[in-house]
């Protein structure tokens, strides 16, 4: 008794089909015409074939080998579709337009808000109302009446210190050993 196990998958017929274009041949205008193959160069395709996938008769193979036109006409190219029709062009259109539509946001907020509000907090500060003559200014406040004792003072100041002036035109040496002693006193 032998027992023989066969490998899996081995083949147990073939059956193969051959479909051949029809061959281009210029006519007498010299326009290219599909023209069906002569039977001795089928005859030719199909012994190849039977080589090239190890045909076998006793196996129970079969080929066929047939001729016939792919395509009757060439397909004409695709009209061009226009820049602004593809579908690229829409994307980055869009992306384009929601850029621009934030830019313009942005300048509309730095204009509107953002550029008042800095002007506000960094414009110089509003100038004091004008005294009638010097000394009102300096020693009022604005919302406040003169008073007569207050002005009589403020003006022997200003004498006292037109004085003090003239005298340091005249003898500068003289103002500036007054001031060194000053100077020396409030050291000690």
Known sequence: MRHVQQAPGG??????????????????????????????????????????????????????VVNSPFTAEREKAAPEVPLWKQPDMIELGKTLAGYLLLAVLALFVWFKVARPILRRYTSPPLPAPEAKDETEAVLLPPDEPANPEILRLAAKYESDLALVRDAA????????SVIKNWI????R
């Open 169 to 176: 035109q005249r003898d500068p040496r003289l103002v500036a």
């Open 11 to 64: 083949v147990r017929r073939l059956s193969v089909a051959v479909v051949v274009n029809y061959r281009q041949q210029a006519d007498a205008k010299g326009k290219l015409v599909a023209e069906a193959l002569p039977p001795a160069l089928l005859a030719q395709i199909q012994n190849l074939t039977k080589e090239a996938m190890g045909f076998s008769a006793d196996r129970g193979d079969s080929i066929n």
């Open 184 to 187: 020396a006193n409030d050291n």
